[in-house]
């Protein structure tokens, strides 16, 4: 038998591993409405993780900051060259919040590289 995230996940699916982005996607779909029960039956794991997910998203916006999830061992990040795909299937409007939080963090992500390419280079 497969090992799965707990007894509620299917037992005929084996959990893999999921990068940031399909947590970010969880988070993000979880505070758009969709059921977290869903999520976490579509994805073989555990509802607490996903709710825990949505709950560090939401204090993150609260606070006026960025969740930033880290993925799990083992997980695979897509080709950066290739569309992102989402962890399950996604309305228009989900896969735009979606794209939305990544493209910020991206942006986010893009501005410390350069200050961190200014130090280095002003301490040369």
Do not use: Q
Request: glycine content about 4%.
């Amino acid at each position: 038998m497969p090992k799965t995230a707990n007894h509620a996940a299917s037992a005929n699916r084996a959990v893999r591993p999921l990068n940031a982005d399909e947590k970010l996607a969880v988070a993000v779909l979880v505070n758009l409405g969709r059921p977290a029960d869903e999520l976490a039956r579509e994805l073989g794991i555990a509802v607490a993780k996903v709710e825990l997910w949505a709950k560090e998203f939401r204090d993150a916006k609260a606070k006026g900051g960025r969740a930033l999830f880290k993925a799990d061992k083992g997980a695979v990040m897509p080709d950066p060259d290739a569309d992102s795909i989402p962890p399950v299937p996604m309305t228009p409007e989900e896969r735009y919040a979606w794209l939305k939080e990544i493209n910020e963090r991206l942006r986010v992500e893009n501005i410390l590289l350069r200050r961190f390419a200014d130090f280095v280079e002003k301490n040369r």
